[in-house]
């Protein structure tokens, strides 16, 4: 089974700054990786899959990035709805993982 | 508009049965894969079970054994006959759409979702 390790667990930030989410997986997965963000009582939102590439209606504000092991979420210039969890997803084998989570905060 | 809307979820006892289902409307549910993926109160995401549109399925090692993933095209629902229950299957279950994102040679992400529905198992 494919670990996937998220970090930070919290990033507390204002809206219009830069968050910069960190997802490390235990073995190679190419870029079979998957980014969602979750608030509470809702679905979750597929953001970026396959590493960098925005789900459809994801606005450019997201972004993501790496390839192996190790893969980052970018969100330039907080909006206030986006201040939610955040988790990553591997598909590169089955059992499917996901991360265990980092929550943005608002500051 | 893609719909997944999930019923079932119950209060059970420890060692007891539940069937979950999830009505899938506004696209071609049959040449889709389907999933169901779990989130335990404070706890994160947790994959559970998936069926591909040929009746593949996969399950996370946690229910392997105790839970039976299977779909009714005809119907355009989803199911998850779940046995055996335990304390720690107690979670909010979502049905989602399965997406192969570049190309479907390895797993899946999950592009639609249900909002959940919630299983409490609980003496």
């Known amino acids: 089974e494919i670990l996937l390790t998220q970090s930070p667990a919290t990033l507390s930030l204002s809206p219009g700054e830069r968050a910069t989410l960190s997802c490390r997986a235990s073995?190679?997965?190419?870029?079979?990786l998957g980014w969602y963000q979750k608030k509470p009582g809702q679905a979750p939102r597929l953001l970026i899959y396959d590493a960098s590439n925005r789900a459809t209606g994801i606005p450019a504000r997201f972004s993501g990035s790496g390839s192996g092991t190790d893969f980052i979420l970018t969100i330039s210039n907080l909006e206030p709805e986006d201040f939610a969890v955040y988790f990553c997803q591997q598909r590169g084998s089955w059992p499917l993982t996901f991360g265990g989570g980092t929550k943005v905060e608002i500051k | 508009e893609v719909q997944l809307v999930e019923s079932g979820g119950d209060l059970v006892q420890p060692g007891g049965s539940l069937r979950l289902s999830c009505a899938a409307s506004?696209?071609?549910?049959?040449?889709?894969?389907m999933g169901w993926v779990r989130q335990a109160p404070g706890k994160g995401l947790e994959w559970v079970s998936y069926?591909?549109?040929?009746?593949?399925?996969f399950y996370a090692d946690s229910v392997k054994g105790r839970f039976t993933i299977s779909r009714d095209n005809a119907k355009n629902s989803l199911y998850l006959q779940m046995n055996s229950l335990r304390a720690e299957d107690t979670a909010v279950y979502h049905c989602?759409?399965?997406?192969?994102?570049?190309?479907?040679?390895?797993?899946?992400?999950?592009?639609?979702w249900g909002h959940g529905i919630l299983v409490t198992v609980s003496s």
């Open positions: 506004g696209f071609g549910f049959s040449i889709y894969g």
């Open positions: 989602a759409r399965g997406y192969c994102g570049g190309g479907c040679e390895a797993g899946r992400y999950f592009d639609y």
């Open positions: 073995q190679s997965i190419s870029s079979y």
């Open positions: 069926i591909t549109n040929q009746m593949t399925t």
